[in-house]
């Protein structure tokens, strides 16, 4: 009976040593031998590292699983902890405590995840780290600094991930190096440190200069995984391995031009052409007055190594054109600039002067667009350069395929912008613009088509799709929202002006220039006579002839 008793005594003590003990994972596979305890979970939907692990745990192998990222304090209670793998997951994200609570650890391994950088300061929780695998990810940069923690380090690979560009400090700078190159090593027992470098797409330009000459000057006890380190971009250079190929040192921008100063009739094509020399390669910007008007093609090529030319191709300059060109080189090393004048002559000798001179139309320079949406219809703006004492006062016609006569819009100066809006749907525009009464031209004129609508009242909430077409260019932006007219398009003459409704909205004109709608006209020249004429906020009417189109 007594040796019953002392059975059941033995199996009470054995299942509550069992009971204070955390079980295994599910799915996972627990093991413990002389080594120590072990937690493999492969292949399983894990989303975050689990908590109530086995106590004492020495090595932890997560592998194949959903693991994203890894928070601050995702270690804790496993300070015996002296492996961890955590390859194949993705993991995009470190968190900079993460590594807390593992001061005993002495591998790392982070193979095959999706990390684009590494809180290198994370590595202050483990001065025993060993080895650092990280191959097989999206590391782009290594700062400076990047190793200062890991004086114990004795494998570190970064193979085949995205690094282009690194700077020989990175390791002159590790802790880990220079114990190898202290004077006397050789007499004491030195451990291998090993690097693994291979299989980036290196960037092998000034930049990588000292890289790579630190990469030719290692030997042991400091060894590379592969010493075969191979240049990828610039395409002179690549394929080329780190010791056949040469770096000149980095260098700032110098520009020249063949011409300083150039001339050019008006009407004729000018290319005005800058060349930078600089290491590395420069991108080369041009700025000039009327950048936001005029839209230049450039073309840039590479003259030779380390050398770029860029083109300013200007056709059919104009009076408005002329002025300084600036080339602005710029390269990690810093920029420089040179200044391109460039004198437009005009064809002819100008109109013999007349009071009060007015702007002569032939070498006027005028931009019509569209800029943007409004709630019912578009934006017009332009930018107008013209010769004169004054300011001129402009003439915009507007018309459309849905009626026979275009409206004239005569605008008074220092004004450059108009509203355009109860659009039609399913309807082609075409505004031009002009100076002071003058014939419209097609080279100042803006053509847009307004998108298909429904006839319902919930068309007023749908977009307006116009396509402008600009230059011979056929563009596609949204504007305004579907607007139905229930009644018949007005005709403003100069005696009913007041009885028009308000079915666009733009500046008027101040009293000297007055401002009229008339939409008596047929074509898309301007009105015979002096010019038409306009009310003032009083009723006064301005002289004025008013005549159809021819």
Known sequence: MASVSHYLLLVLVFLDSNAAQPSCQPGCTCSEDSFGRTLQCMSISLGKIPRNLLEELKQLRIENSPLYELPRGSFINMSTLEHLWLNFNNITVIHLGALEHLSELKELRLEGNKLRSVPWTAFQATPLLR???????????????????????????????????????????????????????????????VLALHNNPWLCDCRLRGFVQFVNSISIPVILVNYYLMCQRPLSKAGQLFHETELSACRKPQISTPSASVTVQMGHNVTLRCLAQASPSPTIAWAYPLSMWREFDVLTSSAAEDTALSELVIPAAHLVDRGNYTC???????????????????????????????????????????????????????????????????????????????????????????????????????????????????????????????????????????AVVLSAALLALPVGAYVWAAQARCCCRPGGLNCCPRRRRGPRCPRAVPQLRDCSYAGHRAPRGDGPGCRDAEGEAHRGGEQDWA
């Open 328 to 466: 602005v080189a710029s390269n990690s090393m810093g920029r420089s600039a040179l200044v391109i004048a460039l004198h437009v002559q005009p064809t002819q000798a100008p109109a013999a002067a007349r009071a009060p001179p007015l702007p002569s139309e032939g070498e006027a320079y005028i931009d019509l667009r569209v800029v943007r949406q409004t709630v019912r219809g578009i934006l017009l703006e332009w930018f107008v350069v013209a010769d004169g004492p004054r300011d001129p006062w402009f003439t915009l016609y507007i018309a459309s395929d849905a009626t026979l006569r275009p409206e004239v819009v005569h605008i008074g100066p220092g004004v450059n912008t108009y509203g355009l809006e109860d659009l039609r749907p399913s309807t082609k525009y075409e505004a031009c613009l002009s100076l002071e009464g003058r014939p419209a031209r097609r080279g100042r004129c803006v053509v847009f088509v307004t998108g298909r609508g429904a006839g319902e009242l919930a068309a007023r909430e749908r977009l307006l799709h116009v």
């Open 131 to 193: 080895v650092l695998d990280l191959k097989h990810n999206r590391i782009d940069a290594l700062p400076e600094l990047a190793l200062q923690f890991l004086v114990n380090l004795t494998y570190l690979d970064l193979s085949s991930n995205r690094l282009t560009v690194v700077s020989k400090s990175v390791f002159l700078n590790w802790l880990a190096y220079r114990k190898q190159q202290q004077p006397g090593c050789g007499a004491k027992t030195v451990p291998i440190l």
